[in-house]
C-alpha cells in the first residue's frame, strides 16, 4: 500500500492525542487548573491535528461531514462519530478541570472510553480489509490500542504504565510482524484463485494492460524491500521500544529524560506506521504480477 | 445506506469467455468513451502525451500465461471490470452512502455528489475495480451502462453495456443472473462459468468461462482436413496459347 504521509501521521498522532485523553479521563494525572489546561492543549492538538491531516488526503474534504451519516455499516463513519463524541465529552471535562477545579468523573469515564473506541474504529478501518491479509486481524487493532496507550501513558507522565504499556507494544508489533509475513500466502488467495486459471496450468502475469501506470498500481502495489523493510523494523523497536524502555528505568523521575523516552518513542512510532502501509500487500496486486 | 440489500430483483451482470476473447481492448476503449461522454464525471487523462502518461479506465483486459505440466503454454486475454458483487465490500465501507448496490437490479454504483473519494472503496475491492478520477478526485467504476440499457432514445440493440456491444469476438454477453433462463444463466451453467477470488466471500455477479483446452494440432498432422477438396487447384492442365508458350519454355 501506499505509504501516505497524511494517513501516517494522523495515525499516530490521533492516537496519542486519545491515548492522552483517556488517562485524562481516568483522573491520571489528577490535574486542576492551568496544569491540566497544558494537558488539555497537548492531547487536542494531537487528536485534532491527526483528524484534521487526515482530511487531507480526501478528493473532496468539502463534503467530509457526509461520512458521518453510515455509521450503521461503515467504520470509518463510527471513527468520525467517536471522535466528535470524545472530543466534546472530554472538552465538558476538562472545562471542569480548567475553570471550576472539579472532576466529573462520569463525564471522564465516558470522555475516556469513547477516546479508546476512537483509537478501536481507526482501527478496524483497516483490520476489517480481507483484501489486505496482512492488516486482516485481531492484532491490527491490538497494535494500534498498545501503541495509543503506551504514547498517552508517555505523555501523561504515568512511568509505570508506561512501561507495561510499551513493552506491551513491542511485543504485539513483533508477533504482527511475524504473522504478517505469511498473511497473503495463508490466506489462499493467489494468481490461480483471482484468476481461475489455477486448474489449466501455473498462471504467470505475461502483460500487463497498459504500458504506462494507473491509480491501482500507486495506490496497491507499493513494494518494499525486504533488506530494507528489516532495517527498518529493527529502527522502529529500538526507538518506540528499547530506547523509551531504558530511559524510564534508569532514570524514572527526570523530566529532560522523559521527553527523550516520548520523542524517541514518537519515532519509532512514525518508522512503525510507514512500514504498516508500506509492507501492507493488497491482493490486486496478484493480477499485475507484483507479489 | 450503505448496508447491502438482502436481495435484488434482478441480478444484471456480464459473461466473459476467456476462450473467445482476442485480447484487442475495444471493450476498454468503447467503455472509455461512452462513460468520458456520458453519466457522471468524465474519465480523465493526466500527461496524456508526455513522459508519464496515466488515466481512467473502468474496464481493463490483462494478458497471462498458463503452463501446463505438459505441453504448450496458453495466452489467455482477461477484461476485468467491476463484478457487482452481491457481498460487495466496496458498499458497506463508504461513510458517507454514496456507494451502494440497487434493489431492482443488483447494479454497484457511485453517487458522485456523496462521493468525498476517501478511497476506501477502491481498498475494500479485490478486484482492482474501482478507480479514484484523477482530475475529479471522486471513485470512478463501472455503472454496468447503466445510462445504455434503460435508455428508450437508443435503438433496442444498443440497449446493452458499450463493453458489450462493441466486442468484435462475442466474448462479452450482458443479462440477468437471476432468471435461469437467460442467455448468461444458461452460459454459465453450460460452460462451468467461475467465480473470481471465491475465497474472498464477495459472491461476483459476473461469470468468467474457463479457456478450453488448446488444439493439439501435432497430432492431427497426418489427417486431412475435411475441407481440403475446395482447397485443390482447379486448373488441372495449361491449354492454348499460354500452354504452348509454358511447354516451348520448358523445353528450351
Request: hydrophobic share 45%; proline share 6%; with cysteine.
Amino acid at each position: 500500500m501506499h505509504p501516505a504521509p497524511s494517513v501516517i501521521f494522523f495515525t499516530v498522532f490521533s492516537g496519542v492525542g486519545f491515548g492522552l485523553l483517556i488517562f485524562l479521563g481516568l483522573g491520571l494525572p489528577a490535574v486542576t487548573g492551568l496544569n491540566a489546561f497544558a494537558f488539555f492543549v497537548i492531547a487536542y492538538l494531537c487528536a485534532v491535528g491527526g483528524l484534521v491531516s487526515s482530511t487531507f488526503h480526501l478528493g473532496h474534504p468539502e463534503r467530509a461531514l457526509k461520512a458521518f451519516k453510515q455509521w450503521r455499516s461503515s467504520w470509518l463513519s463510527r471513527e468520525g462519530v467517536c471522535a466528535v463524541i470524545a472530543l466534546m465529552v472530554m472538552a465538558l471535562y476538562g472545562a471542569g478541570l480548567v475553570f471550576f477545579e472539579t472532576r466529573w468523573v462520569a463525564l471522564g469515564l465516558i470522555g475516556a472510553l469513547f477516546s479508546l473506541l476512537t483509537v478501536f474504529t481507526t482501527s478496524m478501518i483497516y483490520a476489517q480489509l480481507k483484501t489486505i491479509p496482512r492488516w486482516n486481524s485481531p492484532l491490527t487493532p491490538l497494535m494500534f490500542l498498545s501503541f495509543s496507550l503506551a504514547g498517552g501513558a508517555l505523555l501523561a507522565g504515568q512511568i509505570t504504565t508506561a512501561t507495561v504499556l510499551v513493552l506491551l507494544a513491542a511485543i504485539v508489533q513483533v508477533v504482527l510482524w511475524m504473522i504478517g509475513d505469511g498473511a497473503l500466502a495463508n490466506s489462499g488467495t493467489n494468481l490461480a484463485t483471482a484468476t481461475g486459471l489455477g486448474t489449466n496450468g501455473n498462471v504467470r502475469a505475461f502483460e500487463p494492460p497498459h504500458t504506462g501506470t494507473n491509480y491501482l498500481l500507486k495506490e496497491f502495489a507499493f513494494v518494499v524491500g525486504r533488506k530494507h523493510s528489516m532495517k527498518l523494523r529493527l529502527i522502529a523497536i529500538a526507538l518506540f521500544a528499547v530506547i523509551p524502555l531504558l530511559l524510564l528505568l534508569l532514570a524514572p523521575f527526570s523530566h529532560w529524560l522523559a521527553v527523550l523516552a516520548l520523542i524517541s518513542h514518537l519515532g519509532g512510532a512514525f518508522a512503525s506506521r510507514w512500514l504498516f502501509f508500506a509492507e501492507a500487500e493488497h491482493v490486486v496486486g496478484l493480477y499485475y504480477g507484483k507479489r | 445506506m450503505t448496508t447491502l440489500p438482502t436481495s435484488t430483483t434482478k441480478k444484471l451482470g456480464l459473461v466473459i469467455d476467456l476462450d473467445t476473447c482476442v485480447g484487442c481492448h475495444a471493450c476498454v476503449i468503447s467503455c472509455k468513451g461512452w462513460n468520458t461522454e456520458n453519466y457522471g464525471a468524465p474519465l480523465a487523462d493526466t500527461d496524456a502525451y508526455g513522459s508519464d502518461p496515466s488515466g481512467t479506465f473502468l474496464n481493463r483486459v490483462h494478458s497471462f500465461e498458463v503452463q501446463p505440466e505438459q505441453g504448450t503454454a496458453q495466452l489467455v486475454h482477461f477484461p476485468k471490470s467491476c463484478l457487482h458483487c452481491e457481498d460487495a465490500p466496496c458498499v458497506t465501507v463508504c461513510p458517507t452512502g454514496a456507494s451502494y448496490k440497487r434493489v431492482e437490479d443488483g447494479i454497484v454504483l457511485v453517487n458522485e455528489s456523496d462521493c468525498i473519494g476517501c478511497g476506501l472503496c477502491a481498498w475494500a475491492c479485490p478486484y482492482g475495480a474501482r478507480e479514484m478520477d484523477a482530475v475529479e478526485k471522486v471513485m470512478k467504476k463501472c455503472t454496468l451502462c447503466v445510462d445504455r440499457i434503460y435508455n428508450e432514445n437508443l435503438p433496442e440493440e444498443d440497449r446493452e453495456p458499450a463493453c458489450v456491444r462493441t466486442c468484435p469476438a462475442g466474448a462479452r454477453h450482458f443479462g440477468n443472473f437471476s432468471d435461469p433462463e437467460s442467455n448468461v444463466s444458461k452460459l454459465t451453467a453450460e460452460r462451468g462459468g467461475i467465480d473470481l477470488m471465491p475465497e474472498q466471500g464477495t459472491k461476483p455477479v459476473n461469470k468468467y468461462l474457463p479457456p478450453r483446452p488448446k488444439d493439439t494440432l501435432s497430432e492431427g498432422a497426418g489427417d486431412i482436413d475435411i475441407l481440403a477438396p475446395y482447397l485443390e487447384p482447379v486448373a488441372q492442365e495449361t491449354k492454348g496459347f499460354l500452354g504452348w508458350l509454358d511447354k516451348t519454355l520448358e523445353n528450351l
